[in-house]
């Protein structure tokens, strides 16, 4: 990881996980079924196993479950490429920071990036499991629809902060 630890390395992380983020939310309009409107959203908030059973079908239905499968590889491939890129950039802030408050600030983006890996990663292997089992459960759908609004949060948090704190660095380092 310490060889990751460059600036050249958060932009190519992070903004591949964006671009990638932005690509996954415009393909995700084949999954809206009658069943579920919201797509891979409605999935996640599913909360049972009945709930995960029908909007599985609905996709078996429409003829687009392999494009849910493929979506959910390519949220897991997201997650990893923008977590990875928030806790780098948190970590170079902590690290070249001249401000004691943005240091801190860099320590608190590394939290929240992490946060943001863990229950997203969480809720999408959850969904995933249960796709790929043709099957869902009631304990996965449960986990995944717990998950998801701690996840939300981080994610915002995360990309806000990591902003602010971009620009906040840069202002500092050309003051």
């Given at each position: 990881m310490r060889g990751l630890i460059h600036w050249r390395y958060f932009w190519i992380f992070w903004g591949a996980g964006m671009a990638l983020f932005l690509f996954l939310v415009a393909s995700g309009g084949a999954l809206q079924t009658e069943v579920a409107p919201g797509g891979i959203l409605d999935h996640q908030a599913a909360g049972t196993?009945?709930?995960?059973?029908a909007i599985q079908k609905s996709w078996v239905d429409a003829g687009v479950l392999s494009q849910a499968k493929l979506g959910m590889i390519g949220d897991l491939t997201f997650i990893l490429l923008y977590s990875l890129g928030?806790?780098?950039g948190g970590r170079l802030l902590w690290q070249q920071a001249g401000s004691p408050s943005l240091k801190k600030f860099g320590l608190l983006i590394i939290v929240t990036y992490f946060a943001f890996f863990i229950t997203d990663y969480g809720e999408t292997v959850s969904q995933?499991?249960?796709?790929m089992q043709g099957e869902g459960s009631d304990i996965l759908a449960g986990i995944a629809a717990f998950l998801r609004p701690i996840k939300a949060v981080s994610w915002i948090a995360g990309t806000l902060?990591?902003?602010?704190?971009?620009?906040?660095?840069?202002?500092?380092?050309?003051?």
């Open positions: 196993a009945d709930r995960v059973n928030g806790i780098i995933f499991v249960q796709l902060m990591i902003l602010i704190a971009l620009i906040w660095f840069w202002r500092d380092q050309r003051a």
